[in-house]
């Protein structure tokens, strides 16, 4: 293997140890958000991909997820901003609390895979209500499972997905 192809396979496979220190340090600031806000909770990290997630779990004294998650985005970008504080790198760390973003994972799926099917069979695009980067994502993928596309419009924090027919 060439040395421009070693670099191209050490770009494209994410650093582990990276990794693992960016969840460590977001570990280390949520537990400290914690103790401030005096509230329980047990933490969890891992690594999923390209990315370091750090969930908050039995959580008591407090709602951190808020209506539709606002509380739970920007503690997420709380999170990010401290660990790029220590490392100076930009941070794709995912927050969760009391597995919000897997169960809203599962439900944006469905109602990706439903809209689909629903533009499938009226041949009209369709426009979908506006949502966080996050949400957007799992909604593409569900599209483009169910082998149609869909492309993001309008400008945050308004933007939405719109389903298009085949």
């Known amino acids: 293997m060439t040395e421009a192809e070693q670099e191209t396979v050490a770009k494209a496979a994410p650093d582990l140890a990276a ?6 340090i977001a570990a280390d600031y949520v537990e400290g958000l914690l103790d401030i806000a005096d509230m329980d909770g047990d933490i969890d990290m891992d690594v999923e991909g390209d990315r370091a997630v750090v969930s908050v779990v039995d959580v008591k004294g407090g709602d951190l997820v808020g ?23 930009r941070s794709r ?16 799926s469905k109602i990706g895979g439903e809209v689909a099917d629903e533009v499938k ?12 980067p996050f949400e957007r994502k799992i909604v593409h993928d569900a599209v483009a499972a169910a082998g149609l596309r869909s492309e993001s419009e309008g400008e945050e924090p308004n933007r939405f997905v719109v389903v298009l027919p085949a």
């Open 19 to 24: 990794l693992e220190q960016e969840g460590e």
């Open 67 to 89: 209506r539709n998650g606002e509380i739970l985005e920007a503690l997420q970008e709380l999170t990010r901003l401290a660990v790029h504080r220590q490392t100076g790198e």
């Open 93 to 108: 760390l995912m927050l969760d609390v009391g597995g919000f973003r897997e169960r809203r994972r599962a439900e944006l």
């Open 121 to 132: 069979r009226s041949g009209e695009p369709k426009p979908l209500q506006p949502m966080t």
